[in-house]
């Protein structure tokens, strides 16, 4: 079982959160939690991290900001033993989870769970902070900004769970964000696929590396409300949104549990930065210049477009980068201005990406132009687009972000029914 920010945030919700955690105990389950750090506590510190230094260490920023779920754990742990339950936490250092690769992005490794195991075996409720590791030279290190879900899809695998339940402020997975479109629907289940595309496009309900372990290690994952009363149905009887196989989701339309789209959901994400380079040289190994010092600081890179040069041997290179690492992507084009070569540094932070998702486009043609159609018709323009074989995504400008998503919600037949 996992529990979010939001569903942590006081001792009022830790306590509420510990009930629904004491019910499938007493249903005879063996119950490991991953807790999340109270909602706004991340974002808390790491601005004590920049008001200490701008140009914070990563690895001093790992050991302030892994502080917010050890203080979590802690509490639920003792809500959990005031209740009557045995329970203790288990820090990242000491299961322990290894980590490989960057500070403040790393990946999990392996989780050493036996000690655990056995502790569950005996009946004891394991809370385990999210979202924190130990790395290969023992410095606490932290998995990126949603760790928490990855941090419980890798427990639950190494413990062989049946079941991994993400307790989150919504009920589900819906077709968009309800905060958009009312008349958003919630999915009885998602693809494992289709769950990667919506997270990776903006969804905010999972984190990316979190579907795609579960995928790699077939652990069943569901979405559901922490906001629940203490009068609700259990978990197992009221599911939120399961993220299943491909085989799983066809014995679900065989049954006729749930019917076959042709599109799942629309996402969009407004933490994207547009970069443009003017005048690049239109040569052979001149966009590897530009991108192998990114991926070596461990930026992630998105859409990208290279314009056809308008004077012979040059061009303009456009791409993506998440908003948080636009002053650093900057900054280390700046230092390779000469390897480059390129004119001008332009950039805007004041953009969205939309994006289209649905395994239904494998074998449809035609989704993307139904976009570009409805984009069109009520003059929003598309500055940049992307595809893979489920999804279609376009880059405009932010101000649009909640039209665009309305528009295209109709669009695919996407709203509810009253």
Same mark, same amino acid.
């Given at each position: 079982?996992?529990?979010?920010?939001?569903?942590?945030?006081?001792?009022?919700?830790?306590?509420?959160?510990?009930?629904?955690?004491?019910?499938?105990?007493?249903?005879?389950?063996?119950?490991?939690?991953?807790?999340?750090?109270?909602?706004?506590?991340?974002?808390?510190?790491?601005?004590?991290?920049?008001?200490?230094?701008?140009?914070?260490?990563?690895?001093?920023?790992?050991?302030?900001?892994?502080?917010?779920?050890?203080?979590?754990?802690?509490?639920?742990?003792?809500?959990?033993?005031?209740?009557?339950?045995?329970?203790?936490?288990?820090?990242?250092?000491?299961?322990?989870?290894?980590?490989?690769?960057?500070?403040?992005?790393?990946?999990?490794?392996?989780?050493?769970?036996?000690?655990?195991?056995?502790?569950?075996?005996?009946?004891?409720?394991?809370?385990?902070?999210?979202?924190?590791?130990?790395?290969?030279?023992?410095?606490?290190?932290?998995?990126?900004?949603?760790?928490?879900?990855?941090?419980?899809?890798?427990?639950?695998?190494?413990?062989?769970?049946?079941?991994?339940?993400?307790?989150?402020?919504?009920?589900?997975?819906?077709?968009?964000?309800?905060?958009?479109?009312?008349?958003?629907?919630?999915?009885?289940?998602?693809?494992?696929?289709?769950?990667?595309?919506?997270?990776?496009?903006?969804?905010?309900?999972?984190?990316?590396?979190?579907?795609?372990?579960?995928?790699?290690?077939?652990?069943?994952?569901?979405?559901?409300?922490?906001?629940?009363?203490?009068?609700?149905?259990?978990?197992?009887?009221?599911?939120?949104?399961?993220?299943?196989?491909?085989?799983?989701?066809?014995?679900?339309?065989?049954?006729?549990?749930?019917?076959?789209?042709?599109?799942?959901? #629309?996402?969009? =994400?407004?933490?994207? %930065? !547009? *970069?443009?380079?003017?005048? /690049?040289?239109? +040569?052979?190994? &001149?966009?590897?210049?530009?991108?192998?010092?990114?991926?070596?600081?461990?930026?992630?890179?998105?859409?990208?477009?290279?314009?056809?040069?308008?004077?012979?041997?040059?061009?303009?290179?456009?791409?993506?980068?998440?908003?948080?690492?636009?002053?650093?992507?900057?900054?280390?084009?700046?230092?390779?201005?000469?390897?480059?070569?390129?004119?001008? #540094?332009?950039? =805007?932070?004041?953009? %969205? !990406? *939309?994006?289209?998702?649905? /395994?239904?486009? +494998?074998?449809? &043609?035609?989704?993307?132009?139904?976009?570009?159609?409805?984009?069109?018709?009520?003059?929003?323009?598309?500055?940049?687009?992307?595809?893979?074989?489920?999804?279609?995504?376009?880059?405009?400008?932010?101000?649009?972000?909640?039209?665009?998503?309305?528009?295209?919600?109709?669009?695919?037949?996407?709203?509810?029914?009253?």
């Amino acid at each position: 079982m996992k529990f979010g920010g939001t569903s942590m945030a006081g001792t009022e919700r830790i306590r509420r959160v510990a009930n629904i955690v004491r019910a499938q105990a007493a249903g005879g389950n063996e119950v490991a939690v991953v807790v999340s750090a109270m909602a706004g506590e991340t974002d808390r510190l790491v601005n004590f991290c920049r008001e200490a230094n701008a140009l914070y260490d990563p690895a001093e920023y790992d050991v302030v900001v892994a502080s917010g779920e050890q203080v979590t754990s802690g509490l639920l742990a003792l809500t959990l033993q005031s209740l009557g339950c045995k329970a203790r936490s288990w820090l990242g250092w000491q299961m322990p989870v290894k980590t490989v690769e960057a500070h403040a992005k790393a990946r999990i490794e392996s989780i050493d769970a036996p000690e655990m195991v056995a502790s569950m075996e005996a009946g004891e409720i394991a809370v385990v902070p999210g979202f924190q590791g130990i790395s290969e030279d023992g410095r606490v290190t932290t998995l990126g900004r949603g760790g928490s879900d990855t941090s419980a899809v890798a427990v639950a695998a190494a413990v062989k769970a049946d079941r991994c339940d993400i307790y989150t402020d919504v009920d589900g997975v819906y077709t968009t964000d309800p905060r958009i479109v009312a008349k958003a629907r919630k999915l009885k289940a998602v693809t494992y696929e289709e769950m990667l595309e919506l997270a990776s496009v903006g969804a905010k309900v999972l984190q990316t590396r979190s579907v795609g372990l579960a995928m790699k290690e077939g652990v069943r994952l569901q979405v559901l409300s922490s906001f629940v009363g203490d009068d609700a149905v259990s978990a197992d009887e009221l599911p939120g949104t399961m993220i299943v196989s491909d085989e799983e989701m066809d014995e679900l339309v065989e049954k006729g549990l749930m019917e076959r789209q042709l599109v799942t959901g #629309i996402a969009h =994400d407004k933490n994207e %930065a !547009k *970069i443009i380079l003017t005048r /690049v040289p239109d +040569k052979p190994g &001149a966009v590897a210049h530009i991108f192998e010092p990114l991926a070596d600081a461990s930026i992630n890179v998105d859409m990208i477009i290279q314009n056809v040069g308008r004077d012979k041997g040059e061009t303009d290179v456009t791409f993506t980068v998440p908003q948080a690492d636009l002053a650093r992507a900057q900054a280390l084009l700046e230092d390779k201005r000469e390897d480059i070569g390129f004119n001008r #540094i332009i950039t =805007d932070s004041q953009i %969205a !990406k *939309i994006s289209v998702v649905g /395994v239904g486009m +494998k074998s449809h &043609a035609g989704v993307a132009s139904t976009m570009f159609r409805a984009l069109s018709d009520r003059g929003i323009n598309i500055q940049a687009i992307s595809t893979s074989e489920i999804k279609v995504s376009v880059m405009i400008d932010e101000d649009e972000t909640e039209l665009a998503v309305r528009v295209l919600h109709t669009a695919y037949g996407l709203d509810a029914v009253d």
